[in-house]
T-cell receptor, first 115, second 112 residues
Framework: EPEVTQTPSHQVTQMGQEVILRCVPI?????FYWYRQILGQKVEFLVS????????KSEIFDDQFSVERPDGSNFTLKIRSTKLEDSAMYFC?????????????FGPGTRLTVL | GEDVEQSLFLSVREGDSSVINCTYT??????LYWYKQEPGAGLQLLTY?????DMKQDQRLTVLLNKKDKHLSLRIADTQTGDSAIYFC????????????FGTGTKLQVIP
């Protein structure tokens, strides 16, 4: 069964450093998403992406964050200058379409630890 | 804005039925989901229901939706130790690009 994959599974970085989290969505999917889950808290929507542009973003997704689809298979989340509060599990998701018959499929997540 | 609430913890004995409850606020929600998260793992879509349905059954899972009260439940029949996980209720509204709003998650503990 096709699945969303994410790398790395765990990333440790120093505060102020840039990180790039990588995702490979399901191959025929057109919509891509990032969510995060701070330890013990809700899963929160960050951003959705379609046709090479951001379609919706939350207030969490500030100028420190950016997303990119650099090629036909990868979807990345970049955090320019990490803060301690960016420590969380980051989930990538994808969906085939955005309509009344579609659901999102999530990757296993990347745990980001900012020291 | 959208809000989804769940009780935090549920403990059941192996073989019993588990019922996990959820309430949501957005009346325009089209899809309501149940996701399962095992320790250290990602979010696994278990099942979903359209807002125009009252019930959906899938093997041991039964989803009940009371749209009037904005109440969703997940019943797991014959609960097994492998069902121990956190269960997230979630919803998405119609239109747009289906941002999914998650609940707080209910930790299900199955006692052998």
């Amino acid at each position: 069964e096709p699945e969303v994959t994410q790398t790395p599974s765990h990333q440790v970085t120093q505060m102020g450093q840039e990180v790039i989290l990588r995702c490979v969505p399901i191959s025929n999917h057109l919509y891509f998403y990032w969510y995060r889950q701070i330890l013990g808290q809700k899963v929160e929507f960050l951003v959705s992406f379609y046709n090479n542009e951001i379609s919706e973003k939350s207030e969490i997704f500030d100028d420190q964050f950016s997303v990119e689809r650099p090629d036909g298979s990868n979807f990345t989340l970049k955090i320019r200058s990490t803060k301690l509060e960016d420590s969380a599990m980051y989930f990538c998701a994808s969906s085939e379409a955005s309509g009344s018959t579609d659901t999102q499929y999530f990757g296993p997540g990347t745990r980001l630890t900012v020291l | 804005g959208e809000d989804v609430e769940q009780s935090l913890f549920l403990s059941v004995r192996e073989g019993d039925s588990s019922v996990i409850n959820c309430t949501y606020t957005d009346s325009s929600s089209t899809y309501l989901y149940w996701y399962k998260q095992e320790p250290g793992a990602g979010l696994q879509l278990l099942t979903y229901i359209f807002s125009n349905m009252d019930m959906k059954q899938d093997q041991r899972l039964t989803v009940l939706l009371n749209k009037k009260d904005k109440h969703l439940s997940l019943r797991i029949a014959d609960t097994q130790t492998g069902d121990s996980a956190i269960y997230f209720c979630a919803e998405s509204y119609s239109g747009g690009y289906q941002k999914v709003t998650f609940g707080t998650g209910t930790k299900l503990q199955v006692i052998p």
